[in-house]
């Protein structure tokens, strides 16, 4: 598993690998969310669950992150940590997924990059090899 940044023009991108499909969603959310704060401070005392549908596995993380941007900016909550269970069939993809953390403290968390939304430029999940790997380009 792993992740890392990406050079994109006026935003911010991500890779992210890793050797399930699971893991994968999981690393996605991680990477968001350290561009954003310091998720080493985020304490994962409150649990929030997603569940979501899709036609595809890219446009399923694109809902997966999206939703959990937009309960950081309702609720004021960033994470810290992500379980994703995704299955795959003839119809499309599904995901259930938690997320924990706490709401934002500025002090506390050190937040570095304010993040507008999940952007589709460049987005693709795919499977090379042993691993499945993903490319996300974020909005500032």
Known sequence: MGRRLIDVEADIGFEVWAPDLNSLFEEAALAMYE???????????MEREVELKSDDLS???????SELLYITDVEGLVFSKFEA???RDDRG????GKAWGE???P???????EVKAVTY?????????DYWRAVVVLDL
């Not at 561009?35 to 985020?42: A, F, G, K, P, Q």
């Not at 002090?107 to 990059?113: E, I, Y």
């Not at 430029?121 to 090899?129: A, C, F, P, W």
Request: proline share 7%; net charge positive; aromatic share 4%.
């Open 35 to 45: 561009i954003m704060v310091d998720v080493e401070r985020v304490d994962p005392s």
């Open 85 to 87: 269970t995704v299955k």
């Open 93 to 96: 993809a599904e995901l259930r």
């Open 59 to 65: 446009l399923l993380l694109h809902s997966w992150l």
């Open 103 to 105: 709401p934002v403290d």
């Open 121 to 129: 430029y460049k987005l693709r999940v795919e499977r090379k090899g």
């Open 107 to 113: 002090v506390k968390h050190n937040p570095k990059t």
